[in-house]
């Protein structure tokens, strides 16, 4: 079945920002499994004292839509706050990237998730409260 | 460069054939079922086309049934077949479990709504079916074993002849579903038992919307398309003259060529898997190899990889290509054929088929081969499954 993929998913899918990992990593979150087809990996350098996420990297198995989601994200919360960067939703991660297939709106979901789990990574080895996560069954 | 190797989703309609399909459009249009002198030339045209396609199987024209497509005769051959078995009190139906969804999706109707009892038999690593399967699991209430010729996706040849015999010894009606097989293998409906075939005319450079089901004399399943008279009472519908022309004559030119294709097809298909193993690490062949492969089949996973963005990067490269990943279809599962042949989730989903054709050159075969790997590894870089995979080969 074709998939008719917006021209920003294609250009973050054929470019990724962000692909990589980060030695001595802050935060690292996964969120996803092989059954389903993708997996996304995303490792987080924070600033400890403004808590700004200075970098981020990530690691994605999946369609070109988990990798334009994951490239999209980590752009999205470059520079932010952690507490900024929790906030951001899946919707606002696929409204970034002009919408993806319905079919294919799992990916945001996947890049949120992992998100909120290397955040949590972070704020566990930071001696920070864990903030409960929702977690999509697929 | 423009690398078209999908040629088992469909093909082009070959020059010569469509040659033969212009005078049945806008000249000789007149319907086959009028009396007067001027449809008798699309009654003759249609005649000839049955008597082609009947030769390529060995069969006898009044034994060829054309149809709207492979699926719909896939349909009648189940649905037919089962519908009057029942009224006989036979309820059980034998198939597989890599058949098209032509067949599945049919078996599935079958079951839900008329109470079929459906066997879907496994397969082994390689996609075969056993014979000794098909045979433990006929009951008295069997009314049909269908089993397909050569699997779409992994090419695997089935043993359809000793299928035959069996079913022919047990009295057991046997379809067969041959949709890609006829594009490449030579059939013989009498010495390989064969009751049903299904067919369609654009897997073999004939037009979309036209397909054919051979019925051995003597089989009467009901009616799936009801209507008026035509096809000798047994399928309704004004008949698709242009489109059964273009059957019957690319079915009589692919005959013609099919020892030449054969074997130029298998010689490159060698070599694109023989090179591409040989080129990215850890890549896997799915189906068999040698003789008991369509000659135009190459399926492989790559681990680490899914199959979405392996057809991407390949189509900004110029290649069409195809995948079982869920990812490029509408559902969130796999290839169920590869799934049947024992893969796991994530090679499934890495899968990636070629299958090559008459629109194939030396040159393409080379530039798969220098392009591909090139993909996968970059790709892999970015994997975390890759990552993972590697830590277990190391350890």
């Known amino acids: 079945m074709a998939l008719d993929y917006s021209q920003k998913v294609m250009d973050h899918f054929i470019n990724p920002r962000n692909v990589g990992e980060i030695e001595n990593a802050d935060g690292i979150g996964e969120a996803g499994n092989p059954k389903c087809g993708d997996i996304m990996k995303i490792y987080l350098k924070v600033n400890p004292d403004t808590k700004v996420i200075d970098d981020v990297k990530f690691k994605t198995f999946g369609c070109a839509s988990a990798i334009a989601s994951s490239s999209m994200a980590t752009e999205l919360i470059k520079g932010r706050t952690i507490e900024d960067a929790w906030n951001l939703t899946n919707s606002a991660v696929a409204e970034a990237l002009d919408g993806l297939p319905p079919i294919k709106m799992h990916c945001s979901v996947l890049a949120e998730e992992a998100i909120h789990e290397a955040l949590n990574d972070y704020r566990a080895k930071n001696g920070m409260e864990i903030i409960p996560m929702e977690h999509h069954e697929e | 460069m423009f690398v078209y190797m999908d040629h088992t989703a469909t093909t082009p309609t070959s020059p010569e054939v469509l040659k033969a399909m212009m005078p049945y459009f806008s000249e ?98 390689e996609g075969f079916v056993s014979v000794k399967d098909v045979e433990n699991a006929i009951t008295d209430k069997t009314a049909l074993v269908s089993v397909m010729f050569a699997n779409n996706e992994v090419g695997t040849i089935e043993p359809v002849a000793e299928i035959g015999a069996l079913c022919r010894e047990k009295k057991i009606p046997f379809h067969t579903d041959a949709v890609q097989a006829a594009a490449h293998l030579d059939i013989d409906v009498k010495a390989m038992n064969i009751d049903m075939l299904s067919m369609s005319a654009h897997k073999m450079y004939g037009p979309k919307g036209v397909g054919a089901l051979y019925l051995k004399k003597g089989l009467r399943p009901e009616n799936f398309v009801h209507g008026g008279a035509q096809e000798k009472g047994r399928r309704a519908s004004t008949e698709n003259i242009a489109g059964i022309v273009g059957f019957g004559e690319a079915m009589e030119i692919l005959k013609s060529r099919l020892d030449e294709d054969k074997k130029i097809n298998s010689e490159r298909r060698d070599r694109l898997i023989a090179g591409l193993l040989e080129k990215i690490p850890h890549a896997k062949l799915n189906g068999a190899t040698g003789d008991k492969r369509l000659p135009n089949n190459i399926n492989f996973s790559f681990i680490g990889v899914e199959g979405e963005t392996l057809l991407l990067d390949l189509d900004a490269k110029g290649i069409s290509a195809s995948t079982g990943s869920a990812c490029s279809s509408e559902s969130l599962d796999p290839s169920h054929v590869l799934l049947a042949l024992g893969l796991k989730h994530e090679m499934a989903h890495g899968s990636l088929r070629f299958t090559i054709g008459r629109l194939t050159t030396d040159e393409q075969i080379d530039y798969v081969l220098d392009v591909l790997p090139e993909i996968v590894a970059r790709r892999r870089a970015m994997s975390p499954l890759w990552e993972d995979f590697l830590k277990t080969v190391k350890n």
């Open chain 2, 28 to 125: 000789n249009f007149g319907n086959p079922s009028s009396v007067y002198s001027f449809s008798r030339k699309s009654r003759a045209a249609i005649e000839k086309a049955r008597s082609q396609v009947a030769a390529a199987l060995n069969a006898d024209p009044s034994e060829i049934f054309f149809t709207g497509s492979g699926t719909e005769a896939d349909n009648w051959a189940l649905k037919g077949t089962l519908e009057k078995a029942m009224k006989a009190g036979k309820n059980h139906l034998i198939t597989t479990s890599i058949e098209h969804h032509a067949i599945l999706h049919t078996a599935e109707y079958l079951k839900k709504f008329h109470g079929v009892d459906v066997t879907y038999l496994p397969v082994d690593s």
